[in-house]
């Protein structure tokens, strides 16, 4: 019921979204339960990176509209309002858990991406579309400022510009100019060649010293939010905690000996008690 399925293959997990007849509108249950899925799949050593990818002629529609005729809290007294700001971070952290995640997260795109779509697209490191995708920051045509990331992370990704035309003006953005501006890194022509490319990157990807991966992924998303200095100081610690010289030998070896690298495997994240 949670509006997609996961699957586990070489050390690759795929996270697909199924409800390709409401293209793939989030529903209650998918904001409710993709935090903890995520983080279920952080806690595993055997997980190098996360394709996210969706059934049917679109990405994402956004927000099913079944959320807000379910019941959606009105914020029309200071206690309503007060609770409303909680609902709102719990809405944030849907998508926000794909960003902490320690392993890379690939969404592969086609059709429309819009609204919440576009907002969980954004939170993904890397996106890959078909020619068919495009863009839309649908929440200002509907009479809401968008509120789950996408004006906080595509300042970062797009020019400030671009952004201000579509959250002002409710505009698509096509594939081809979103792979000229830089938020997507590649365009191919069908879905299905869109998802194979987005697989072929995530088995490069998995191919890399796993500690390495972990580490630029936090340092990038640090250094995105801090100052040059506070990143800089940031990485200089974390280098010091992460460096393996067992790992540059390995990666040395594997390139004179064209064969894959022995690196140190991460370790499964345990909670207090658990063994």
Same mark, same amino acid.
């Given at each position: 019921m949670s509006g997609y399925t996961i699957s586990v293959e070489s050390e690759i997990a795929h996270l697909r979204m199924n409800r390709p007849e409401a293209y793939n509108a989030l529903r209650a249950d998918?904001?409710?339960? +993709?935090? %903890?899925? /995520?983080? =279920? +799949? %952080?806690?595993?050593?055997? /997980?190098?990176? +996360?394709? +996210?990818?969706?059934?049917?002629k679109g990405f994402c529609a956004g927000m099913d509209l079944s959320v807000f005729s379910g019941g959606m809290l009105e914020p029309n007294s200071p206690a309503a309002r007060e609770a409303f700001y909680y609902l709102a971070r719990s809405l944030q952290r849907t998508f926000s858990c794909l960003e902490e995640?320690?392993?890379p997260v690939i969404g592969v795109i086609q059709g429309p991406c819009i609204g919440a779509g576009l907002e969980l697209a954004a939170a993904c490191d890397l996106r890959i579309a078909a020619? %068919?995708?495009?863009?839309? /920051? =649908?929440e200002i045509n509907t009479g809401i400022m968008a509120d789950v990331g996408a004006l906080q992370r595509m300042p970062k990704i797009l020019p400030d510009p671009v952004v201000r035309e579509m959250a002002f003006l409710g505009t698509k953005l096509s594939a081809g100019r979103a792979r000229e501006l830089g938020f997507v890194m590649s365009v191919l022509d069908t879905p299905e060649l869109a998802l194979n490319a987005?697989?072929?990157?995530?088995?490069?990807i998995? %191919?890399?010293?796993?500690?390495?991966?972990?580490?630029s992924k936090a340092a990038l998303n640090w250094a995105r939010d801090h100052s040059v200095a506070d990143a800089l100081e940031w990485s200089a610690r974390t280098q010091s905690a992460l460096w393996s010289t067992a790992d540059i030998s390995a990666a040395i070896t594997a390139r004179e000996t064209k064969s894959p690298a022995d690196y140190?495997?991460?370790?499964d994240i345990k909670m207090i008690g658990e063994t």
């Amino acid at each position: 019921m949670s509006g997609y399925t996961i699957s586990v293959e070489s050390e690759i997990a795929h996270l697909r979204m199924n409800r390709p007849e409401a293209y793939n509108a989030l529903r209650a249950d998918f904001w409710n339960s +993709l935090p %903890d899925t /995520i983080a =279920e +799949l %952080d806690k595993r050593a055997d /997980i190098r990176c +996360l394709v +996210l990818s969706a059934e049917g002629k679109g990405f994402c529609a956004g927000m099913d509209l079944s959320v807000f005729s379910g019941g959606m809290l009105e914020p029309n007294s200071p206690a309503a309002r007060e609770a409303f700001y909680y609902l709102a971070r719990s809405l944030q952290r849907t998508f926000s858990c794909l960003e902490e995640a320690r392993f890379p997260v690939i969404g592969v795109i086609q059709g429309p991406c819009i609204g919440a779509g576009l907002e969980l697209a954004a939170a993904c490191d890397l996106r890959i579309a078909a020619s %068919d995708a495009y863009f839309r /920051i =649908e929440e200002i045509n509907t009479g809401i400022m968008a509120d789950v990331g996408a004006l906080q992370r595509m300042p970062k990704i797009l020019p400030d510009p671009v952004v201000r035309e579509m959250a002002f003006l409710g505009t698509k953005l096509s594939a081809g100019r979103a792979r000229e501006l830089g938020f997507v890194m590649s365009v191919l022509d069908t879905p299905e060649l869109a998802l194979n490319a987005a697989m072929e990157v995530a088995r490069s990807i998995s %191919d890399k010293a796993p500690v390495a991966l972990s580490g630029s992924k936090a340092a990038l998303n640090w250094a995105r939010d801090h100052s040059v200095a506070d990143a800089l100081e940031w990485s200089a610690r974390t280098q010091s905690a992460l460096w393996s010289t067992a790992d540059i030998s390995a990666a040395i070896t594997a390139r004179e000996t064209k064969s894959p690298a022995d690196y140190e495997r991460l370790l499964d994240i345990k909670m207090i008690g658990e063994t």
